[in-house]
């Protein structure tokens, strides 16, 4: 059994790794790729997916005790998932393993690293040596991957796309089938139903944690709005496409699957919010400040208010 530790790199609340303009922590893209790596992996046989830290606490944990763990459980390698920043010029993916990292590090991060320029497509700055304290304090093989630069506005707005984060969820994994020499499950005879995910952004407590299928998502009665909110469709490839009323800036342009729509850490209320899915009946209904829930809303129909300063504070999402 090959067992990997993903590594989303920082956490949501850490100082400064953010965008220039607060449209995307880094560790949103982290989160987001950790976990379809995840998801990936569990297609394989003989090999098992740990994650460095909890993802929903809010707290940044420390290098040292992200390390601790993955010595503690003995993992076979580590892989820390990070988005770049640089010059605004800059774009790429680049791959970092230690300065004294052996042979066999660096054929594990080449395999990594290539299998990934070739999922995305991306400017290829290749496997680079760094004394970074994920990769000098784990025991293991240990990789650091770079997947592009939130100062570059054209990595940015790849870097915000769920289809890019799964992109480079799916070169890591390739990379990794390729070194340990994993073996595919065979496809299940069943088909899942189609299910929506959704996961909100709460002033005062951060993400949430994800809620399915009509489950609640945010908070009544604490007076706390809901900034932003990320939907994901599972088992089915119909697309999602949703718009949010935020205060003082109208309507947003088109969010698609697992895009973040709304702010975060400025200060604004997501007022209304509308949802569809070409040939899915999505339904959805939002809690509204010193009003309460409103009727279900379906199909892109708009769920909250305008013009009225009001904030959205929950949500419910459902298909059927």
């Known amino acids: 059994m090959v067992k990997i530790m993903l590594d989303p790199g920082h956490d949501i609340n850490t100082p400064g790794k953010r965008t220039l303009d ?13 976990l379809h790596v995840v998801n990936l992996l569990s297609n394989y046989h003989d090999v098992e997916a740990v994650l460095s830290h909890d993802l929903y606490d809010g707290i940044d944990t420390s290098l040292t005790a992200r390390a601790n763990l993955a010595n503690q459980l003995r993992v076979d390698c580590v892989v820390s998932i990070h988005a770049n920043a640089g010059a605004s010029s800059a774009r790429g993916i680049e791959t970092y393993i230690h300065t004294n990292a052996p042979d066999r590090t660096y054929n594990l991060a080449r395999m990594v690293h290539d299998q990934t320029i070739i999922a995305t497509g991306m400017v290829n700055r290749g496997v680079k040596r760094a004394d970074f304290a994920i990769l000098r304090e784990t025991n293991m093989d240990a990789l650091l991957i770079e997947c592009g630069f939130m100062t570059n506005s054209d990595d940015l707005v790849l870097l915000k796309s769920d289809d890019y984060r799964i992109k480079c969820a799916r070169g890591i994994v390739n990379g990794l089938v390729q070194f340990y020499g994993l073996n595919k499950k065979a496809a299940p005879v069943t088909s899942l ?9 709460i002033e005062g407590i951060g993400w949430q944690g994800v809620k399915r299928n009509g489950e609640t998502a945010g908070t009544t009665g604490q007076s706390r709005r809901l900034e932003a909110l990320t939907v994901r469709l599972e088992n089915t490839n119909a697309r ?3 718009e949010g ?3 003082d800036l109208d309507w947003t342009n088109e969010r698609t699957n697992g895009e973040v729509l709304g702010t975060m850490g400025v200060a604004l209320r997501l007022e209304a919010i509308k949802i569809k899915a070409d040939g899915l009946n999505i339904t959805y209904r939002v809690h509204i400040e010193n009003t309460g829930w409103t009727d279900w809303k379906k199909n892109g129909e708009e769920a909250g208010t305008t013009g009225q300063a009001k904030r ?8 059927g």
């Open 22 to 34: 607060g449209s995307m922590r880094e560790f949103e893209f982290n989160k987001a790729t950790a």
């Open 193 to 201: 139903s189609p299910s929506v995910v959704y996961e909100a952004h």
């Open 240 to 242: 999602l496409q949703m």
């Open 245 to 247: 009323h935020i205060e």
């Open 312 to 319: 959205i504070e929950a949500i419910e999402i459902k298909l």
